[in-house]
């Protein structure tokens, strides 16, 4: 039978109790903390007030959160960072349309790149910065007229400052300034009329006569100032479905640096020889003729009047020398 083991008795337990080590509380030094006293500016000036809404997101008169108010900022933003653009109405075009047409306008525009770099000039890469995109007819026609009709003073919201301006002050394109500056500008604008129906838009990042010509020949070819790209040289263009996807195509007009063409201005602006340089070239050669011209009829009115006088004094040196002859003529007499 195992050994009971008996609790150890209460003396015993106080022994073992008084051998443990005392726990020592420790206390530290504080300094007491002294506030510093308020400056002059502190004391004299009030207190910054508090913000209404966060620097980066001020508040709109159309709720930023819809898809609509969104895509009417980013067409605002396209038309102020856009030179040049051009408009089509597409009529059902699918999937497979678009990417074949995509894909022959990536061509004929990187060619016009190539061309230009071989000719010596800059690399500008514009090829890459020139999209197609399908628009919502509606919100980018109340973009245009926020554009066009809307010149809001210049301001800008400094994030170090609190923003505690009033909803009924800020101007950006959301704001209830630039919905009440426009809500009578419907059918102002001269690009009203052509903002009906699925619109698609080409955008240029600068102003190209080479890359509209090149654009026009594959998105809508007319002979003899943009022809169609032949079979042997661009066989994809002749494609199936990139040729029913441009039978569904229509050029309504354009818009460059803020100024309204229609087709035949459109055509027009693609048919500039040489370019902008072109554009510059006979700019440069019609002044020369103004001023080679406003030269020439400078000089022959100088001429003429020169010619007058001189004239006039051989008259007057003929007369003189005429009537001193017949004098002579008496004295030899007598």
């Not at 819809?66 to 059902?92: E, G, I």
């Not at 002050?169 to 690009?191: F, Y």
């Not at 026009?216 to 199936?240: E, K, M, Y």
């Amino acid at each position: 039978m195992p050994p009971r083991i008996h609790p150890p008795s209460k003396a015993i337990a106080s022994i073992l109790r008084s051998r443990r080590p005392l726990r020592v509380q420790r206390q530290y030094a504080t300094a007491a903390a002294i506030t510093p006293a308020a400056s002059h500016e502190q004391m004299s000036g009030s207190a910054p007030p508090i913000a209404r809404y966060p620097s980066t997101q001020p508040p709109s008169y159309k709720p930023p959160e819809f898809r609509k108010s969104q895509l009417l900022r980013q067409y605002a933003s396209l038309l102020r960072s856009t030179p040049l653009m051009l408009l089509f109405q597409h009529n059902n075009l699918k999937s497979m349309e678009w990417v074949g047409i995509r894909r022959e306008l990536a061509k004929a525009l990187q060619k016009v790149d190539d061309a230009r770099v071989a000719a010596g000039h800059p690399s500008e890469n514009l090829a890459e910065g020139i999209k197609i995109q399908i628009i919502q007819t509606g919100i980018f026609a109340a973009a245009l007229r926020v554009v066009e009709f809307y010149k809001p003073d210049s301001q800008t919201l400094d994030p170090t400052k609190p923003p505690t301006q009033p909803a009924a002050e800020l101007t950006h394109t959301l704001s209830r300034a630039a919905h009440e500056a426009v809500a009578d500008t419907r059918t102002a604008h001269a690009l009203a009329p052509l903002l009906s129906g699925p619109l698609m838009l080409l955008t240029f990042p600068n102003v190209s006569p080479q890359h509209v010509k090149a654009a026009l020949s594959i998105l809508s070819p007319s002979a003899p100032q943009f022809p169609a790209p032949t079979r042997r040289a661009n066989p994809g263009w002749h494609d199936l479905p990139v040729q029913t996807g441009l039978q569904k195509l229509l050029l309504l007009g354009a818009r460059v640096d803020g100024k309204v063409f229609d087709v035949e201005g459109t055509k027009w602006v693609g048919g500039i020889e040489g370019g902008l340089e072109g554009l510059q070239a006979q700019l440069v050669s019609m002044l020369q003729v103004f001023g080679a011209g406003l030269t020439n009829t400078l000089e022959s009115a100088g001429k003429s009047l020169y010619f007058t006088v001189e004239g006039r004094r051989t008259m007057l040196e003929d007369e003189e020398k005429g009537v001193s002859e017949p004098g002579k003529e008496e004295t030899k007499a007598e």
